[in-house]
């Protein structure tokens, strides 16, 4: 309960225009968010791009953060706005075709290729919630929260990546 009272007090803070507490929000949020942009991205130049803008768009609405939502929240929800709007623009620019898989020689190798390869093909909501949930253990409840969706929508959302994957992990399996 302690974190949270003073992570309310450096928000406030913040609002108040205190850099310093800007920069404590910056280090204790950077590597997550930017963890987080990378799975969503799957470039590390992008996911840069995205954690800067993600902080820039904090620091212009951080007056609006009415504390509804754990502050947390309300930053991630920023970065997966930030994420969606980078896989637009990238999707008008090229589409993804995941049967171009190609194999290497190496068998773990693969396979995490064929993983990353098929998680960037998952349609962008069903991709946030997995990155949120499988690899960032964020709480059902949590994502719902960041994403704007229902409880149910978030477990849909889960389920059907993870039956994508499987289908792709399978399929990728018989081919070798």
């Known amino acids: 309960m302690a974190d949270w009272m003073q992570e309310k007090e450096i928000v406030r803070r913040c609002q108040e225009g205190d850099i310093e507490a800007y920069r404590m929000i910056y280090d204790r ?24 803008t993600t902080f820039i768009k904090l620091y212009r609405s951080i007056g609006n953060f009415r504390y ?36 290497s020689h190496r068998p773990n ?31 059902q409840t949590e994502i719902a929260e960041i994403m704007g969706l229902s409880l149910g929508g978030v477990k849909s959302n889960i389920h059907h990546a993870k039956m994508r994957l499987r289908h792709v992990l399978t399929d990728n399996q018989e081919i070798r």
Do not use: W
């Not at 997550?32 to 995205?50: C, F, K, N, S, V």
């Not at 930030?82 to 637009?88: I, K, M, N, S």
């Not at 990353?116 to 991709?127: T, Y």
């Open 29 to 52: 949020y950077e590597q997550p968010l930017l963890h987080t942009a990378y799975r969503m991205l799957g470039q590390q130049q992008d996911a840069e791009d995205a954690v800067q």
């Open 68 to 103: 509804r939502a754990k502050f947390s929240t309300y930053l991630f929800r920023i970065l997966m706005n930030v994420c969606f709007d980078e896989l637009e623009k990238k999707n008008r620019m090229k589409t993804q075709d995941l049967d171009t898989i190609s194999p």
């Open 109 to 139: 190798h693969d396979v995490r290729l064929a993983l990353e390869n098929a998680i960037d093909g998952l349609p962008e909501q069903q991709r946030a919630c997995f990155v949120l949930f499988a690899m960032e253990e964020l709480k």
